[in-house]
């Protein structure tokens, strides 16, 4: 036997493992929505957390999602967090602060947390589908 093809087959072991498709799509869902919240680096203690706390994650696919959406593969997410921010906000009555920069604050991180939140739960759900489905014609 090849070492390629051992290396392959052990490395299917590792991430299918007794693993069902919706356990390991749901494991990329969770790493994907976890991994685009801007949460500076913390996302990965979280993560964890969670999938410890939830023995039917699968472990190995969070992590994958972690390295699939690292802050490159970010970038485009969160562009489209703040145009959608812009559209879902715009003409929306704004609190007002005596202090200017706690106005611009407010309205930057409203516009975009709550769209960035709606697009990575997006992300999460086209993930898990196109996964499982992936996962269902392999198996």
Same mark, same amino acid.
């Given at each position: ?37 801007? !949460? ?5 203690? $979280? @993560?964890?957390? =969670? %999938? ?8 190995? +696919? ?44 407010? !309205? ?5 947390? $709550? @769209?960035?939140? =709606? %697009? ?8 898990? +589908? ?10």
């Amino acid at each position: 036997m090849k070492i390629t093809h051992r290396l392959k087959k052990h490395w299917a072991d590792i991430v299918l493992g007794d693993f069902t498709p919706h356990n390991i799509a749901l494991g990329l869902a969770l790493g994907t929505f976890i991994a685009l919240l801007p !949460t500076f680096g913390f996302g990965v203690f $979280i @993560a964890m957390g =969670i %999938v410890f706390m939830f023995p039917h994650i699968n472990k190995p +696919a969070t992590v994958m999602a972690f390295i699939l959406w690292n802050p490159l593969t970010q970038i485009p997410v969160y562009i489209l967090s703040i145009h959608l921010g812009g559209f879902l906000f715009d003409g929306m009555p704004v609190v007002k602060y005596d202090i200017e920069i706690l106005n611009q604050i407010y !309205t930057l991180t409203r516009r975009f947390l $709550i @769209a960035h939140i =709606i %697009v990575s739960f997006a992300c999460s759900l086209i993930m898990y +589908a196109s996964i499982r489905g992936l996962l269902k014609i392999k198996l």
